[in-house]
């Protein structure tokens, strides 16, 4: 499988203090990925500097080859780990403000979703619960046809119970080419699902392994790994 995400030797900083240092990544299509570290490593930054939403002071970035920019934003489908939506707006406005704005976006499928859910489309987001809105926006983003999609603390807020349905709809509803890399703590939670594991720290890459490779060679999950790796 060819290449998707290209990062080589990149370096951000925020008024002095280096957040990534040197991180190079390459994840190739069709691949879950999981982008896993504590606080501080860098996950979210890296996350924003794909979409273009940060500039890095130094390094190349490449989705598909094309730089962070409005190719590669045709091409990306992002889910903060913030809420970002205007509350005022009713569940069904934001669909269709979604299918105005993104021409690969799949109404009929967030439809469909909202629709398992018991998500009304008549609801306002000022009046759901923290996890149904999160339930919203990753709905939102996993009903564009993307090639890249980067989920940020995907299942932070989500009770236990829909995890499954969660992970479920973010397996359903890429295409074999594309990649998800999705960042979490929940790590037992999404183990399941991961092709891949990347471990971050200091604005690093310590590990990237197939999950494969780490029950082969480490002989361990990779959530026990990862408490092994960054034990306090």
């Given at each position: 499988m060819a290449e998707l995400l290209l990062c080589e030797n990149v370096y951000k900083s925020f008024g002095g203090k280096r957040v990534l240092q040197g991180l190079n990544l390459q994840v190739s299509g069709g691949r879950i990925v999981g982008l896993l570290g504590p606080n501080g490593s860098g996950k979210t930054t890296l996350m924003k500097l794909i979409n273009g939403l940060l500039v890095p002071n130094q390094g190349k970035i490449l989705v598909n080859g094309f730089a962070p920019g409005p190719e590669s934003k045709?091409?990306?489908?992002?889910?903060?780990?913030?809420?970002?939506?205007?509350?005022?707006?009713?569940?069904?406005?934001?669909?269709?403000?979604?299918?105005?704005?993104?021409?690969?976006?799949?109404?009929?499928?967030?439809?469909?979703?909202?629709?398992?859910?018991?998500?009304?489309?008549?609801?306002?987001?000022?009046?759901?619960?923290?996890?149904?809105?999160?339930?919203?926006?990753?709905?939102?983003?996993?009903?564009?046809?993307?090639?890249?999609?980067?989920?940020?603390?995907?299942?932070?807020?989500?009770?236990?119970?829909?995890?499954?349905?969660?992970?479920?709809?973010?397996?359903?509803?890429?295409s074999e080419n594309a990649t998800v890399i999705l960042s979490t703590h929940l790590i037992a939670d999404i183990e399941q699902v991961l092709d891949e594991a990347v471990f971050l720290r200091d604005g690093r890459i310590m590990l990237h392994k197939s999950v494969d490779e780490i029950r082969a060679e480490d002989g361990k999950s990779v959530d026990d790994l990862f408490r092994e790796v960054f034990r306090c």
């Open positions: 045709k091409r990306v489908s992002y889910l903060p780990d913030a809420s970002y939506l205007p509350d005022w707006m009713q569940v069904q406005d934001l669909v269709k403000m979604f299918a105005d704005f993104y021409a690969d976006f799949d109404a009929a499928k967030a439809a469909e979703m909202l629709q398992t859910l018991k998500i009304s489309g008549t609801e306002r987001l000022k009046t759901l619960s923290k996890g149904t809105k999160e339930k919203v926006q990753l709905i939102l983003a996993m009903s564009r046809r993307a090639e890249l999609y980067l989920l940020d603390e995907p299942i932070g807020g989500v009770d236990p119970a829909a995890r499954d349905y969660i992970l479920n709809t973010i397996i359903g509803n890429y």
